[in-house]
């Protein structure tokens, strides 16, 4: 079984510019989780969807994070305008269900300059 | 607020010994506990979970223990390799939120 496909694996941008991630779940899972991890804590959760609708987004500072899952299996992740606490990686989950053990991407490391 | 501590930032443990993670909640309505595992520049992976009806849940080297009275879990590695070594992090939820929230991580040596 393929895992959860995460690009880029690196980026590097300057505050004030935008940038997106993109994900690909494991075939079948329904449920897609972006999380965002700072160094030396756990992940975080910012958005999670049920096929392509959100189920939870009260962490994701909707002023300058956006997520779609437009037809319910590929995900894409923006950030615009980025800020300086913005550095983190930004990790895919995905599963078949919301009480089943999630399955991570091995994350995009973006550095903010 | 943290809801899910993990109080050890790292342990060292001599290969072939028992390696012990513990983690501590906050919040009694969690009943679903998860351990994963973390190496550098990899995603977390699932190793072992625990249902809040049950008290202790084996899966070849890997036990955990839930204290839900003490609001405690913990990770039994035995014995420990060198394949061992790496970040494990403590999650938890509760049946009326699925979300998970997670610990900080524990670093795991494992020395030769």
């Known amino acids: 079984e393929a895992g959860v496909a995460q690009s880029p694996r690196y980026k590097i941008i300057e505050k004030r510019q935008s940038v997106a991630f993109w994900c690909n779940p494991i075939?079948?899972?329904?449920?897609l989780y972006w999380y965002q991890q700072i160094l030396g804590q756990g992940p975080k959760l910012l958005i999670q969807f049920q096929n392509n609708g959100v189920v939870d987004d009260s962490q994701l500072p909707k002023d300058r994070f956006s997520a779609e899952r437009l037809k319910g299996v590929d995900s894409t992740l923006k950030i615009q305008p980025a800020k300086l606490e913005d550095s983190a990686v930004y990790l895919c989950a995905s599963s078949y269900g919301t009480d089943q053990p999630q399955h991570f991407g091995d994350g995009t490391r973006l550095s903010i300059l | 607020d943290q809801q899910v501590k993990q109080n050890s930032p790292s342990l060292s443990v001599q290969e072939g010994r028992i390696s012990i993670l513990n983690c501590d909640y906050t919040?009694?309505?969690?009943?679903?506990f998860l351990w994963y595992k973390k190496y550098p520049a990899e995603g977390p992976t699932f190793l072992i979970s625990?249902?809040?009806i049950k008290d202790k849940n084996e899966d070849g080297r890997f036990t955990v223990f839930l204290n839900k009275s003490a609001k405690h879990l913990s990770l039994h590695i035995v014995p420990s390799q060198p394949g061992d070594s790496a970040v494990y992090f403590c999650?938890?939820?509760?049946?009326?939120?699925?979300?998970?929230?997670w610990g900080a991580g524990t670093k795991l040596i494992i020395k030769p």
């Open positions: 075939s079948g899972h329904a449920t």
């Open positions: 625990i249902s809040s």
């Open positions: 999650a938890a939820s509760g049946q009326s939120n699925y979300q998970l929230i």
């Open positions: 919040n009694s309505m969690f009943d679903y």
